[in-house]
């Protein structure tokens, strides 16, 4: 592919009953719920609750997440990007990412990744349809990141050739180091061109007291126990070294809601996210 027309359809995957334990919480849904959603389970709900009762400031940082994500995404569209790998997604919501580069650029392609069920099901149901853009969402997983490049789906969505915003928004602290972060990473970057971006935020630890330390450690607790997913926070300086190859454009890595700040920007009290966007030279 070599313009910004969308490209050709793929035939509709075969559909195969999926068999879902709602029993067990998912970070995405607990999201979901944070943010004030419908989409999630008792499950869910009741891990959340949880970790909003040991005063961990999820709520607020799950606001600054997602106002970060836009105005990273407006950024990389005023840039010229017009490609978008969102991986991670979660359940797409207001202000996600088609609807903020598509608003500005109706032909930005936007591909949606993510290894839940649920997720893929809530995200195919908002993308049927007319107006969406050329989105597509795709089940792959980030812990096998050359699976994941392969995907046929992915491939047809985004020509390789062309700068490509590679957005991992709020998932690389579910990816412990066991997993191996700087190889997936490198995998990624390496499969994009010079003036592609990488777009990070991240859970930090790094502004918490020590008498609240405790309760952050039983938040954490919550995610290894009761979700799909344990919960890996990082220092500042372990978080930017996810932007080997990506130098950070400015203001650089810095609190979520202090990152190039709008209007609209929700005041933070605390430092729970880490965010930044590093360019491909």
């Known amino acids: 592919m070599t313009s910004d027309t969308a490209p050709e359809p793929l035939e509709p995957e075969p559909w195969e009953p999926v068999r879902i334990d709602t029993s067990v919480a998912h970070p995405a849904r607990m999201y979901d719920y944070y943010l004030g959603g419908k989409d999630n389970f008792p499950a869910d709900r009741e891990a959340a609750e949880k970790i909003i ?28 990007v017009t490609q978008f790998l969102d991986i991670g997604t979660g359940i797409p919501s207001a202000g996600n990412t088609h609807e903020v580069a ?4 109706p032909a930005a392609r936007v591909v949606y990744v993510d290894n ?23 089940q792959a997983d980030l812990r096998d990141p050359a699976a994941l490049l392969a995907n046929r789906r992915v491939r047809a969505a985004l020509d390789f050739n062309r700068p490509i915003a590679l957005m991992l928004v709020s998932v690389l602290h579910f990816i412990t180091e066991e997993d191996g972060p700087d190889g997936i990473l490198k995998t990624l970057g390496d499969a994009l061109p010079s003036g592609s971006h990488l777009v990070i935020s991240h859970g930090t630890a790094d502004a918490v007291v020590a008498r609240r330390r405790a309760n952050l450690d039983q938040a954490v607790d919550v995610y ?39 209007d609209d920007t ?7 996210v880490y965010a930044g966007v590093g360019r491909k030279p």
């Open 53 to 80: 009762s040991t005063g961990a400031d999820v709520r607020e940082g799950a606001r600054t997440n997602r106002a970060f994500l836009g105005r990273a995404v407006r950024y990389l569209s005023e840039q010229g």
């Open 224 to 262: 290894r126990s009761k979700s799909t997913a344990a919960l890996t926070l990082r220092s500042k300086a372990r978080v930017t070294e996810f932007f080997d190859g990506f130098p950070l454009v400015e203001p650089g890595l810095v609190p979520g809601q202090d990152w190039r700040p709008d």
């Open 116 to 138: 839940d069920p649920i997720v893929l099901t809530h995200a195919r149901a908002l993308m049927a349809g007319h107006g969406k853009g050329a989105t597509t969402v795709v």
């Open 266 to 272: 929700p005041p933070g009290t605390t430092v729970t």
């Open 102 to 105: 598509q608003g500005i650029n």
